[in-house]
C-alpha cells in the first residue's frame, strides 16, 4: 500500500512525536526532499561523470540528514548524523572540482548551460534549506553544528559544479554586471 491515510487530517509523525504538517522540523526536512530532488534533475543531465558521483553521494548524505531530523526534539540517537567527516569530503570535492575550473571573483547569471543552470537552481533551494535548519539550530530544536557547516558547503559545491559543468560545456559564465 502507498498509502496510509494517517496525514489526512494536517498532521505527520516524528520519530518520537506527530505534528502538524507546517510545523518547522518537516517544513526543513521537506525542502532538503525538495533540495535532494532539484540536485537529482542536475544529476540526470550533467555531462561529465564527476559531477554525477559527486551528486549521489550529496544526495545520500541529505536523506541521512531527513532522517536526523525526522526525531523529535528530546530524542537523541547517533545512527543518522551529518559528522564532520561528511563536511570535509564536501570541501574536498570542492577543492578538486575547483582547481579544475577558473572561478571569478564575481557574480554570476545563472543559464548558460542547462547543466549548470540546473546546478544554480538546486543550490538556491540548499540554501532555503539552510536558512530553515538554521532557525531548528537557533531555536535549540536541533544541536548538530555539522548540519548548517554541510548545508553551507554543499551550496558552495553546487556553485562550482556549475561552473564546472558550464567549463565542461566550453562556455563563459555571464557577469551578473555587465562589463
Known sequence: MLYTGKGDQGYTDLLGGRVPK??????????????TSAIGIAR??????????ALVRVQRDLYLMMAELAFAPGVEQQKYRITEEHVRKLEETIDHIGALVPIG???????DTL????????????RRAERLVVRLYHDGEVHNEQLLAYLNRL?????VLAR???HYA???PTPAKES
Open 22 to 35: 507546517y510545523a518547522p522540523r518537516p517544513e526543513t526536512f521537506g525542502t532538503l526532499d525538495e533540495a
Open 44 to 53: 540526470a543531465v550533467a555531462q561529465t561523470e564527476e559531477t554525477k558521483q
Open 105 to 111: 571573483r564575481h557574480f554570476v547569471l545563472p543559464g
Open 115 to 126: 547543466q549548470g543552470a540546473t546546478l544554480d537552481f538546486a543550490r538556491t533551494v540548499v
Open 155 to 159: 551550496s558552495s559545491l553546487l556553485f
Open 164 to 166: 564546472y559543468e558550464d
Open 170 to 172: 566550453g562556455v563563459t
